[in-house]
């Protein structure tokens, strides 16, 4: 395999602190293989001709710093006493990081061997026995967004259907021991929908998952949108009310507590199903962030 020696960034941030535990720098990897009609992050998009999701990388980028992974690290180990201190570390996102696997491979093995702490944001669209075998080995927490459950609202509102990234929630949290927390980016109207938000509650139950995070819609991304010259039909222009999170944060704790009733019950049936402690209280809090960095 030859090393894929650069890659493409279009933002690198020092002094984050929404992207995992104590003083970070998060790293932000151009390309992704949705498109979400609200990214967050449209300047780190490519057009869609640029890459197949599955089996190619990007190429031909027309925007964003190529840079050559000496450089990444020294600009990222320039903080190294901070995140030791702080319990922080270097976040990868995007875009979709995973899509310059080669190259995120030698980063994270090289961030190890410096002994730093190791997050990716995904949005969960990659191959997993690639990604099991070139980065999982190197991540020490992983934030995984799920967005829409159904495949076809998936692929209507983000251009890719949601199995794949399912499955590959599914085979983290059965053959991982990297901390995974699932993230839910409040789209109003879309990933807001109260069949969404129960079906994804109970997934995540099913797969034992006792933390996860609602992320609250932020509309600030259409002022980027309009910048890059760039259209979504997505037109919502504020933020959410405190009533529309808090509807959102009841659906999705009562879906909980009923799947937590049911799966106990399928335990009782099931002798010899992986058994894990449920918690009395799962943890759903609603973060003070308000960027969805990846995914993003
Ligand atoms: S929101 Fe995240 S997953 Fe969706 S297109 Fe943007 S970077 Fe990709």
Same mark, same amino acid.
């Not at 992050?41 to 057009?47: A, F, H, M």
């Not at 901390?179 to 969404?196: A, E, H, M, S």
């Given at each position: 395999?030859?090393?894929?020696?650069?890659?493409?960034?279009?933002?690198?941030?020092?002094?984050?602190?929404?992207?995992?535990?104590?003083?970070?720098?998060?790293?932000?990897? %151009?390309?992704?293989?949705?498109?979400?009609?609200?990214?967050?992050?449209?300047?780190? /998009?490519?057009?869609?001709?640029?890459?197949?999701?599955?089996?190619?990388?990007?190429?031909?980028?027309?925007?964003?710093?190529?840079?050559?992974?000496?450089?990444?690290?020294?600009?990222?180990?320039?903080?190294?006493?901070?995140?030791?201190?702080?319990?922080?570390?270097?976040?990868?996102?995007?875009?979709?990081?995973?899509?310059?696997?080669?190259?995120?491979?030698?980063?994270?093995?090289?961030?190890?061997?410096?002994?730093?702490?190791?997050?990716?944001?995904?949005?969960?669209?990659?191959?997993?026995?690639?990604?099991?075998?070139?980065?999982?080995?190197?991540?020490?927490?992983?934030?995984?967004?799920? %967005?829409?459950?159904?495949?076809?609202?998936?692929?209507?509102?983000? %251009?890719?259907?949601?199995?794949? !990234?399912?499955?590959? /929630?599914?085979? #983290?949290?059965?053959?991982?021991?990297?901390?995974?927390?699932?993230?839910?980016?409040?789209?109003?109207? !879309?990933?807001?929908? &109260?069949?969404?938000?129960?079906?994804?509650?109970?997934? #995540?139950?099913?797969?034992?998952?006792?933390?996860?995070?609602?992320?609250?819609?932020?509309?600030?991304?259409?002022? &980027?949108?309009?910048? #890059?010259?760039?259209?979504?039909?997505?037109?919502? &222009?504020?933020?959410?009310?405190?009533?529309? /999170?808090?509807?959102?944060?009841?659906?999705?704790?009562?879906?909980?507590?009923?799947?937590?009733?049911?799966?106990?019950?399928?335990?009782?049936?099931?002798?010899?199903?992986?058994?894990?402690?449920?918690?009395?209280?799962?943890?759903?809090? /609603?973060? &003070?962030?308000?960027?969805?960095?990846?995914?993003?």
């Amino acid at each position: 395999m030859s090393m894929q020696t650069q890659a493409w960034i279009f933002d690198i941030k020092r002094d984050c602190s929404e992207d995992g535990p104590g003083i970070r720098t998060t790293v932000f990897f %151009k390309g992704c293989p949705l498109q979400c009609q609200w990214c967050q992050n449209p300047e780190g /998009l490519p057009t869609p001709h640029h890459f197949h999701p599955i089996t190619e990388q990007c190429a031909e980028l027309d925007n964003g710093e190529l840079i050559d992974l000496q450089t990444l690290l020294h600009r990222v180990l320039i903080d190294k006493h901070f995140f030791i201190s702080s319990g922080g570390g270097v976040t990868v996102s995007g875009g979709e990081a995973t899509l310059q696997h080669d190259f995120l491979h030698h980063f994270l093995k090289q961030l190890k061997a410096e002994g730093i702490h190791t997050c990716l944001e995904t949005s969960g669209f990659f191959n997993y026995r690639r990604f099991s075998e070139q980065l999982l080995p190197y991540l020490d927490l992983i934030y995984f967004d799920v %967005k829409i459950f159904d495949d076809t609202l998936s692929r209507q509102f983000t %251009k890719q259907g949601s199995s794949l !990234i399912l499955q590959n /929630l599914k085979n #983290l949290s059965q053959q991982s021991k990297v901390t995974v927390i699932p993230r839910i980016p409040l789209i109003p109207g !879309i990933t807001t929908r &109260k069949d969404n938000l129960v079906r994804i509650a109970q997934h #995540l139950r099913q797969l034992h998952f006792s933390t996860a995070v609602l992320l609250p819609y932020n509309p600030l991304w259409q002022d &980027k949108l309009a910048k #890059l010259n760039m259209h979504s039909e997505y037109q919502r &222009k504020t933020f959410m009310t405190a009533d529309e /999170l808090q509807e959102c944060q009841d659906i999705f704790i009562s879906a909980l507590n009923q799947t937590s009733q049911a799966t106990n019950d399928y335990h009782g049936v099931q002798g010899d199903h992986n058994e894990q402690s449920l918690p009395e209280q799962p943890q759903f809090p /609603l973060p &003070k962030r308000t960027r969805e960095a990846t995914t993003q």
